[in-house]
């Protein structure tokens, strides 16, 4: 059983600066991606930065490039996020997130992952998550 635990929101005025933790058991497939999405009161949930936790190597949305950085301990079976800068427009619950492991319905959420297989831009259902963390910045 895939289980996913956030923790390290809180609230930063603007400029600070947040670091979020994903402990997560029962997902051990190196070559899968993992990611961590937002969403912020009557928005829809986006997808924020991805990353193998086999290889390290991350994608990150437009509106995060520069200031946060996704990277995994694999020897503490978490997957992490810095966020610097952090601008108000940044406020939402931020949650962790899996890839599917195609042993139920595919999942409507989807994410683009790093370049795998030959595919440049692949995107990835997800279908396992976390309870959520808040992240509150304040102008």
């Known amino acids: 059983q895939v289980q996913l635990v956030e923790s390290g929101g809180g609230s930063v005025q603007a400029g600070g600066s947040l670091r979020l933790s994903c402990a997560y058991s029962?997902?051990?497939?190196?070559?899968?991606?993992m990611g961590w999405f937002r969403q912020a009161p009557g928005k829809e949930r986006e997808g924020v930065a991805t990353?193998?936790?086999?290889?390290?190597?991350?994608y990150y949305a437009d509106s995060v490039k520069g200031r946060f950085t996704i990277s995994r301990d694999n020897a503490k079976n978490t997957v992490y996020l810095q966020m610097n800068s952090l601008k108000p427009e940044d406020t939402a619950m931020y949650y962790c997130?899996?890839?599917?492991?195609?042993?139920?319905?595919?999942?409507?959420?989807?994410?683009?992952?790093?370049?795998?297989?030959?595919?440049?831009?692949?995107?990835?259902?997800?279908?396992?998550w976390g309870q959520g963390t808040q992240v509150t910045v304040s102008s």
């Open positions: 997130s899996a890839e599917w492991l195609g042993r139920t319905k595919a999942p409507a959420t989807t994410m683009t992952c790093p370049p795998r297989g030959g595919v440049p831009s692949p995107v990835v259902p997800f279908a396992y």
């Open positions: 990353i193998y936790i086999g290889s390290g190597s991350t």
């Open positions: 029962g997902y051990t497939y190196s070559s899968n991606c």
